[in-house]
């Protein structure tokens, strides 16, 4: 059980203002939150992702990856899951609920965030402008096709299955890489984003992540300089 485990995510210590509040231990610290589970954080200084401690957790070098006693998860979908089966706030215990949020959760990671990761692809990472500008218009349309369909699942309703689950939780914290101009265009999405992050536990968790880049700000400011 979990509850009986030493339980520690990783996360940075900073990143840059396009990326605080998104990087991706906020779903592990909000499932943990939702779930009334205490963990520690294991904060990374920027560059030392890559060095062996933090790839014996996390294959790719990035964060978050979840240590559980002796045992160790990566991967944000994989660690939510987890989680969420030692939870009925993320999960309901009939078969059926349990395979729909199943579901929603490898929608958000295989058919919303794919769009959405190469958009801030292009508009944050990409060195050739000239390509990025190029491709922009086709990958914005391909997250407004997507989003068009979620649209239609929440139409006059609070979650996308009867009641919040860990598939919304997911839902939730890809859709908020979308801008919120993009949004406005998609009113029933944006209303359950808002749905989303007014929940106690997720807004426990943003701060959690918010509050050492606040500290560090000053001195990686002078060390980007
Ligand atoms: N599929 C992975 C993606 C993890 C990921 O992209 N992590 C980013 C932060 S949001 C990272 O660590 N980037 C730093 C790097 O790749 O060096 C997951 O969902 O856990």
Do not use: H
Request: negative net charge.
């Amino acid at each position: 059980m979990l509850r009986d485990c030493e339980l520690s995510v990783t996360a940075f210590d900073w990143v840059p203002g396009f990326a605080q509040g998104l990087v991706r231990d906020l779903r592990v610290r909000w499932a943990l939150e939702e779930a009334g589970l205490p963990y520690e954080v294991d904060l990374l200084a920027q560059g030392t992702q890559g060095d062996a401690p933090n790839l014996a957790r996390q294959p790719f070098g990035q964060v978050p990856s979840l240590k559980m006693g002796d045992g160790s998860m990566f991967e944000s979908g994989a660690i939510v899951w987890r989680i969420a089966q030692e939870s009925d706030v993320l999960l309901p215990p009939d078969p059926a609920g349990r395979d729909a949020a199943l579901s929603w959760l490898f929608a958000a990671l295989n058919t919303i965030e794919p769009p959405i990761s190469m958009l801030a692809q292009l508009d944050f990472f990409s060195t050739d402008t000239e390509a990025a500008g190029r491709l922009r218009p086709e990958i914005v349309a391909a997250i407004r096709l997507r989003l068009s369909a979620l649209e239609r699942e929440l139409a006059g309703r609070d979650w996308l299955a009867d009641r919040f689950t860990v598939g919304d939780l997911m839902m939730g914290a890809v859709l908020r890489m979308v801008d919120r101009d993009t949004l406005g265009d998609f009113p029933a999405t944006a209303a359950y984003v808002d749905r989303c992050i007014d929940r106690p536990a997720f807004r426990k968790a943003l701060a959690g992540q918010l509050q050492p880049f606040a500290q560090n700000e000053a001195r990686y400011a002078s060390m980007l300089q």
